[in-house]
C-alpha cells in the first residue's frame, strides 16, 4: 500500500501524538503531516467543516474501523509497547486478539482514530 489519508481534528496534537511512536514527520504544514512507515505513507489532513456534527472520529460509522500494522514477532511487539509505555500512550497492553487468537495492542489517536499492532 503506496499510502492512507486521514482526515483529523487537529494537525499539532496529531503530530505530537505520532512523532512519538514513528519519531519525525517526513513533511509538515499548517494543516497536514506525513510519516513513512515500511512503504506505507500515512497522511494526516486537517478538516474544519463549519457544520460538523463531531469533531472525533466514530469507528461505528460506515467508513474506517482501524488500521493494523503487521509486525514479524513478539519481540518488536513487546518494543512497540514498550515505546508507548515510555511515552506515556494510553493503550491496551498486549493481548490475545478474540478472532485470530495472535498477540496485538491497540491505542487511539487524539482523533480517536484506532491503530493496531498485530502479529
Do not use: C
Request: proline share 3%.
Amino acid at each position: 500500500m503506496h499510502h492512507i489519508v486521514f482526515a483529523i481534528s487537529d494537525v499539532i496534537e496529531t503530530e505530537k501524538f505520532y512523532t512519538k511512536i514513528f519519531g519525525p514527520a517526513l513533511y509538515t504544514n499548517s494543516n497536514t503531516v506525513m510519516y513513512q512507515v515500511g512503504q506505507t505513507m500515512l497522511i494526516f489532513i486537517q478538516k474544519r467543516h463549519k457544520n460538523q456534527l463531531s469533531t472525533k472520529f466514530d469507528p461505528s460509522n460506515i467508513g474506517l474501523d482501524h488500521v493494523a500494522f503487521g509486525l514479524k514477532n513478539l519481540s518488536e511487539l513487546e518494543e512497540v509497547e514498550k515505546v508507548l509505555n515510555e511515552k506515556e500512550i494510553k493503550n491496551s497492553g498486549i493481548h490475545i486478539d478474540s478472532s485470530s487468537k495472535k498477540e496485538k495492542i491497540w491505542l487511539n489517536d487524539p482523533s480517536n482514530i484506532r491503530i493496531e499492532f498485530y502479529l
